[in-house]
């Protein structure tokens, strides 16, 4: 298996093992080596797809929209390799992290908003973006895709990470991922799906495009 | 916490409709109505954020991503080159970010401060309002008994009397008394829904385990999350007992082993024997959940999960010895 990753990140030895890794400021006391600093996969959802060699679609330099940036672990190492990357969060309290990691990132635009209401950012937000990340813990993943469909381009993809466990803590993973899906290909047509066990469990990687 | 500040938000005004007495309601006002109308105020507009705008008027600019609404994105950059807010892409984009950057960290530090002192005003007005109306009705008893030859205790016999049709001067001042104790009575319903719906955004792990009026009395106790956050457990545990506290610490009497957490159904229905330990175990997650709260605002189930056992443990110990 050769999995495609982005320009920009690579698989490198640090701190005596081999890592993940993008350029860019060091964020959160991970292992660093000159500029490149490692992306733990266990701390990030987008990381543990990349690392399972999901086909993620994102090729280096791409235009992103990411819903639940949280305090920015994640988002920081998109911007390592992306281009403009505008990082929704919802939670004051890790927006405020955010805003730390953005502010020495000149393509990384923090934005406290509620995923669920996309015409709250339309105004800042461009059209025709190459990819929406999303990893929101909140009921009803499948409509905050639909939602934001309208920020793609028709080529562009979603990147998503389905928590099972905020949609129904009771029901069994998979049953849930089966609705989730469902609802999903209302608006995307699904590309890929993998299970994100070691790194995240309950969670589903999942790599669509709109339809 | 997700879904919770714009319900939140809603609920707030929906509050201040039902109870448009002055005064006491005034508060709520303040914190939910203007920041409504001004996310409202904003409007449907195809514009970007940029639209209109002096390119060096920084802090008008992070208010335009703050407040702003469109109903669908366009090519900004672009749109914001040609209409010569920026020279090019690039310049844009410095532009936006420096200007998403302030938005969101004034938008953020504002929401924060705002939220929890908010609850800290709620849950001790709640409390004011209940124990006015206490003292209020027993005055309206004393009042009554002399008056109306009734016997009417507490809030439920001002409500009786309020309820009466006066007949002479003296009567019409009681029932209008009577009515204030109600309707004072009421808005402290009307405070402890508002906590209620208030507290699991301000701090979800907390109001999850101590529920959300327990939660909302420890911040208020303690002056706030952040403070609250900052307490070692063993403060937590006896906040609300300071009088007891200081008693013990002049020599007089023993040391309290719990304050408002004995509210708690964990502290209250353990066996008297024990319940210096459970209210220990509480104190000690209840800690732990509000410094989750204030540092990472992250959900964590477990913590209750842990409680529970841990509560447990505690109680079959008690039954056996």
């Known amino acids: ?211 | 916490m997700v879904g919770g500040h714009l319900t939140g938000l809603r609920g707030d005004r929906a509050v201040v409709v039902q109870t448009p007495q002055a005064g006491v309601g005034a508060p709520t006002a303040r914190d939910g109505g203007l920041y409504g109308l001004a996310r409202e105020a904003g409007g449907m507009t195809d514009e970007g954020w940029f639209a209109g705008r002096d390119p060096d008027d920084e802090g008008a600019l992070a208010a335009a991503v703050r407040e702003g609404r469109a109903d669908a994105p366009a090519d900004w950059p672009a749109r914001a080159v040609a209409a010569g807010f920026a020279d090019d892409r690039e310049a844009y984009y410095e532009r936006l970010h420096a200007a998403t950057v302030r938005a969101t960290r004034e938008d953020a530090l504002e929401r924060e401060r705002a939220a929890d002192q908010q609850l800290v005003h709620a849950v001790r007005a709640m409390d004011d309002c209940d124990r006015v109306a206490n003292e209020l009705a027993e005055r309206v008893a004393e009042w009554a008994g002399s008056l109306l030859d009734v016997d009417v205790a507490g809030v439920d016999g001002a409500r009786t009397v309020a309820d009466h049709s006066p007949d002479t001067r003296a009567e019409n001042r009681l029932v209008s008394l009577a009515r204030r104790v109600e309707g004072l009575a009421g808005e402290a319903d009307d405070l402890r829904t508002f906590v209620e719906r208030r507290a699991p955004a301000v701090a979800p792990n907390l109001a999850a385990m101590a529920g959300p009026v327990l939660a909302a009395r420890l911040i208020s106790l303690a002056g706030g999350l952040e403070a609250l956050a900052k307490q070692p457990s063993s403060t937590v545990q006896v906040l609300g007992a300071e009088d007891a506290l200081f008693a013990h610490l002049r020599g007089q009497g023993s040391s309290p082993k719990h304050g408002v957490i004995f509210t708690h159904e964990y502290v209250r229905g353990t066996a008297p024997d024990e319940r210096g330990s459970a209210a220990r175990a509480l104190a000690g997650k209840l800690t732990i959940a509000a410094r989750v709260d204030h540092y990472s605002g992250e959900l964590k189930p477990e913590l209750q999960a842990e409680l529970d056992e841990r509560i447990e443990r505690i109680r079959s110990r008690g039954e056996e010895s």
């Not at chain 1, 701190?15 to 993008?22: F, P, Q």
């Open chain 1, 1 to 211: 298996m050769t999995p495609t990753l982005p320009e920009g990140v690579e698989r490198r030895p640090l701190a005596g093992e081999e890592h993940l890794a993008t350029r860019g400021p060091p964020v959160y006391g991970e292992p660093t080596d000159g500029t490149w600093r490692a992306w733990d996969p266990g701390r990030s959802k987008l990381g543990a797809m990349l690392d399972l060699g999901v086909e993620t679609g994102l090729a280096g330099g791409d235009s992103v929209l990411y819903l639940g940036a949280a305090a920015g672990t994640t988002a920081s190492h998109v911007a390592d390799f992306a281009g403009p990357t505008y990082a929704v969060e919802f939670a004051p309290r890790p927006a405020r992290d955010l805003v730390g990691v953005a502010a020495d990132r000149g393509n990384l635009f923090p934005l406290l908003k509620d995923a669920r209401e996309p015409a709250t950012y339309a105004h800042v937000v461009e059209a025709d973006l190459d990819a929406v990340v999303q990893d929101v813990a909140t009921r009803g993943q499948a409509r905050v895709a639909a939602l934001n469909r309208r920020f793609l381009a028709d080529d562009g993809r979603l990147v998503a990470a389905v928590k099972a466990r905020s949609e129904d803590v009771t029901a069994e993973p998979g049953d849930v991922f089966e609705d989730v899906l469902a609802e999903l290909e209302e608006t995307y047509e699904v590309l890929a799906t993998e299970r994100l066990e070691p790194h995240h469990d309950d969670h589903l990687g999942v790599v669509a495009r709109p339809r």
